[in-house]
């Protein structure tokens, strides 16, 4: 079982920042920002599943995964506030959230539904984050130039989703979860996280006036399919989702956890397992 840790990031997100912080990339920072808009709502999502998912188990398994998942809501509940201080930044800057409102209708939908359906979607967007957090860890062009407090947060939240990616999913397990809806969940989980981020990025470009600039679109060439972009580098990650006997554990760590080795000055610690 991971020892999953709480912490405090000692960034300060209260003086505004650049438009285009990332490096002065427009679409690096649009594409960044878009992920960012839709953490409160996604994270707080994942922790109220998790939490649901928990209530079905009986006592002895509740009690098997109390230190994972206290861990696993305290790092979400500190990314959500974290990322609440940024996207009010982008908020000041101008920026209109539309995809926390499309995640929240897509939420409300499922009420009333089978807990499991909850936490196969959280397990699916957790191997996504994690995936993601690789990418981010392992390419440094990713935040090339970005502003360093703000690299300094991507790359913290980046460490903590490698530390907490099992969770959901072992507790998804523990429900009795079937296989086949995990797999169905990951597919439509990408289909909205991909139309979803796409349509938040355009809007933050629109917003910026750098939707229509060629430069603009060869950065996002760049980062999404060159040789070190997003598409290149997690589809192998991705696919390895839907084997038989894939667990998320199975997946790098150690860039996560030299990151929180070599940075133990950008945070203190709140909570750890006992
Ligand atoms: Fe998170
Ligand atoms: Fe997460």
Redesign the pocket.
Known sequence: MTDIVVRRLLIDLGTPFERRWNGGDAFRSAWFNALSLS?PVG?QFFIDSVRNGLKTLPEAERARFAAETQGFIG??AT?RRIHALFNAQLERQGCVNTIEKRAQRRIGRMEGWDPRHAVAQTAAVEHF?AMLAHWVLSTPEALEGAEPRLATLWRW?AA??TEHRSVAFDVYRAMGGDERWRARWMRLVTFFFVTDVTRQTVRNLWHDGALLRWSTWRSAARLLFGRHGLVRRTWKPWLAYFRPGFHPSQQESRLAEQWLRENGTQFTVVRSSP
């Open positions: 953490f994270e790092q979400e990314h984050t939240h903590e989703e």
